[in-house]
């Protein structure tokens, strides 16, 4: 079996193309057993035994590929062409024929080549439907062969995972930062997770979720999981409204220690105005605790939004499921307003450097 994909956003960096599509070539070797090679500006051509299915599947969760096609190669020529469209056997069928031709020598335009194909099909027994086809032919015109495919089906975009460096995302047990730690692999992020509990996650969702990320990265994930038992046990008889704030900027802190060269930046789900925590003010409170930048890619989100999109990855169903966030036992109604002296008081209180330093010792990781 032949699959061509292309990738669009890739063709634009210049003089960093080969190290982009070096990075999406590696990917794809890594969830397919093929030979793989590059065929003009924008395409590879993959060689393969695998079954269909299981290669489309595999191939629809790799960042940086644009579209999917399943292909038989033929000779650059038009009657060739010609015929192995008519062996697909689109009969009494409304058609398209979609021909691209990256091969500007071919003596004939992609439109020229349409019609041409288009009044075999007519003559076989199809009619024309532009607008909303039973069937598209697909024509790629390359340097030294043509391609019809019969199924071309979209890809993610974006940039290849490994190509903008490594961000550790702050996972919650909600439905957003499932979703913001995508969007950063959609970027071609190396993502890992921090994951602060309060009982044990093992037996989780949280475990399912990682591994439900880890169908779009080629990469082995890591995450690390922290109890808030030190945390809980110095704020039990608080009542503090401002402890969320506090309890956010711990988490932080948390990862300023995981932090050290590994990563560029941390992740988050926020989305401004989502829930108190999460106002202008307190956003920013919580971000001076941080000696990296924080990336929050939801946050002009709505929850909707962001619902939709978890669905689509498939992560919605794992984050609804039944389980106690460290959230939930902090403030029920915190202030939207905790500015940075007042959390700074609250953490002398707690001796909140001691609190990080027992709260790391009780570190594990997990390898996904």
Partial sequence: MLVSVTSSEITLKGKNRKFFESALKRNMAAVLTAQITKSGTSRFLISTDMDKETVKDRLQKIFGLDTISFSNPVALDLEAIKQEVLKSGLTNKSIKVDTRRSNKKFPMTSQQVNEVLGKALVDAGCTVNLKNPEATVFVDLLEDSALVSFEKVKGLGGLPVGTSGKVLSL??????????????????????????????????????????????????????????????????????????????????????????????????GDSVGQVASQTLDNLMTTTQASKLPVFRPLIGFNKSEIIDLAIKIDTYDLSIERYQDCCSLVASRPTTNVTLDAAKKLEEQLNIDELVEKSIELCELIEI
């Fill in 171 to 268: 996972l919650s047990g909600g439905i957003d930062s499932p979703v913001a730690s995508w969007l950063m692999m959609k970027r071609g992020c190396t993502v890992d997770f921090l994951h602060v509990h309060s009982t044990d996650p093992k037996n989780s969702k949280m475990i399912k979720i990682v591994k439900k990320l880890r169908e779009y990265s080629p990469r082995p994930m890591r995450l690390f999981l922290i109890p808030y038992t030190e945390f809980y046990k110095k704020t039990l008889t608080l009542g503090s409204q401002n402890e969320l704030v506090v309890f956010r900027r711990f988490i932080i802190k948390l990862a300023n220690k995981l932090a050290k060269r590994k990563y560029k930046a941390f992740v988050t």
